[in-house]
């Protein structure tokens, strides 16, 4: 949201502070797809991370539909692939998934869920993790060749893999629960008094598995670049 970046920044800084907590020595390489920027070569990069969007994998836009073919071909390449929320989505949808507005509505502040399945790269996986989460898009349906690993009843589907190259998840490791916070705070009318409250009480009160998860990234990346 712009009017949170000068006290915030924007998602480059989210990301270079997520993964220097995680692993100080991991590069960053920033591409602009919403202004076309995309690497010259998939091999550019050990792998790559789909981020947030305040967008909707459904909205009628150009960049959208380009990237939705960009994860086809890394899917088809097996190369590394990351998605966090709008990218979660946007990987379930072009692989043959299905994203939309869930009914339920929005879904706010530290989610806590199980899990069905394991990530075969992280050792000694937790069997709970708790995320910040903001979203009313959802994953309603996975690609056939998706694997459930993580859900809660928000969230059916928050966390899928596919094969051992795609990772993918529904919340917010790089979000700070102050930034979180603030974004709850600007949309306090359009969620109501009730669905507001729960989230900032849940963001103050309860601490993200930020940095395990990120860690899990990094043990992703690694696994897909022995």
Sequence with gaps: MPELLSDHGDQTDFYEYIFNLADPTVKLRIYEVVLDH???SIDECDGYLITGSKLSVYDAEDWIRKLETYVQLLNEKKKALLGVCFGHQLIAKALGGKSEKAS??????VQNYDFQDTFPWV????QSVGLIHSHQDQVTKLPK???LIASN???PIAMFKIGDHVMSMQGHPEFTPEYAHAVATMRKEVLG???YQKAS???KNQIADNVEVAKWWIDFFQYNNQ
């Design 38 to 40: 995309y690497p010259k």
């Design 104 to 109: 339920i509505g929005w879904t706010l502040g």
């Design 123 to 126: 050792q000694d996986q937790s």
């Design 145 to 147: 060749q998706a694997e």
């Design 153 to 155: 009843t928000r969230v």
């Design 193 to 195: 008094e009730e669905v």
């Design 201 to 203: 009480d849940s963001l």
